[in-house]
């Protein structure tokens, strides 16, 4: 697929206004507090993986609702201090697979939390543990449009949730240095990264490339692809529903969530990308942490002919030295 979105001198000065709901910051605000009314953590398992070189848990912490997420937490063997933990979230469709598929951050000697997502894990990898029992709202089958017509009962008012939920569930966990929490995700994950930056305000960096749900609207215009497709096709079924749909959808608009983020941020995008579209990485990108009365250091990494894939091996290169480089900051 070649370039179809706006050409990279464009991207780079794209800064499109959104329609931002103005009860915004009171749904998350109220979300969050309903949420947070109990301890985060549940249960914490030892499990065996066959790996000699690391430990690893079964973890269940309280999501949306109280709901037990499922997530697995694992440390490098013989830590003998408190270390920095990458909270990692998984793309779309996916579930948390088996503890030995995400090994990246654990081997560069972070401790490392992979969520589960409720109601997922049967589209590709090996599959999730965490059912969604709020799922009953009028929707389509796949997860982007499950109570799409309301914002209360939207499967992302969930998933974002459950994310918020996961970094206060791994600071409670032995091992961990609580003032050193990181995001990180692609896709999918990498939208639910982007909006744990902007709720939970005390995150010591963001990482996240080809985000999901970022520039939504732009998006549904350019891209049947993905996730994106299923929600036009839903809206081609439910003719009329397209307003309903955007006030949904406006409440979990990634380029929000960027505004009010403050930690130290690293994106990637791939230029050919037709599922997360492009412009919708820089509209987040370019309007981060302008709400924040911070500049916080951030960088953009873009590849001209990579897709949804972007940078890939080479992106978590460049992602590995600079969270290296701005924790290492932090302690001084």
């Not at 605000?29 to 985060?40: F, H, M, P, W």
């Not at 270390?83 to 088996?98: D, K, M, N, Q």
């Not at 081997?107 to 999730?128: K, S, T, V």
């Not at 599922?275 to 960088?299: D, H, I, Q």
Request: charged letters at 20%; hydrophobic letters at 40%; a negative charge.
């Amino acid at each position: 697929m070649p370039a179809f979105d706006l050409p990279l001198t464009e991207l780079e000065r794209h800064r499109p206004d959104i329609e931002e709901p103005a009860d915004f910051d009171a749904f998350w605000t109220s979300t969050l507090k309903e949420a947070g009314q109990t301890d985060a953590v549940v249960s914490v398992r030892r499990v065996e993986t066959g790996l000699r070189l690391t430990r690893t848990w079964d973890v269940t912490f309280r999501g949306f609702a109280g709901d037990p997420v499922r997530a697995w937490f694992s440390l490098p063997a013989g830590a003998g201090e408190l270390l920095p933990s990458v909270v990692e979230f998984a793309g779309y469709g996916r579930g948390r697979g088996l503890p030995h598929e995400r090994l990246t951050w654990l081997n560069a000697g972070y401790a490392h939390l992979l969520m589960d997502n409720r109601g997922q894990g049967d589209q590709y990898g090996c599959g999730g543990d965490t059912p969604d029992p709020h799922a009953a709202a009028p929707g389509g089958p796949g997860p982007a449009v499950r109570g799409l017509l309301c914002a209360a009962d939207y499967h992302y008012r969930r998933l974002i949730t459950d994310a918020v939920r996961a970094v206060a569930a791994v600071r409670g966990l032995p091992g961990v240095d609580p003032g050193r929490t990181v995001a990180v995700g692609n896709s999918q994950g990498g939208g639910l990264a982007l909006a744990v930056a902007g709720l939970v305000p005390d995150l010591a960096a963001v990482l996240v490339t080809a985000p999901l749900l970022c520039g939504i609207r732009r998006a549904l215009d350019l891209t049947d692809a993905g996730p994106y497709g299923e929600i036009a096709a839903y809206l081609s079924v439910h003719r009329g529903a397209e307003h309903a749909a955007y006030r949904t959808l406006s409440y979990v608009e990634g380029v929000s969530f960027a505004r009010r983020a403050q930690a130290p941020a690293h994106f990637g995008v791939g230029l050919r990308d037709t599922v997360c579209p492009p412009s919708g990485t820089y509209a987040a990108f370019n309007r981060y942490a302008e709400l924040a009365g911070t500049e916080p250091r951030k960088e953009i990494h873009a590849y001209p002919f990579n897709g949804h894939e972007g940078g890939d091996a080479v992106q978590v290169r460049r992602q590995l030295d600079w969270l290296e480089t701005v924790l290492t900051d932090r302690r001084r």
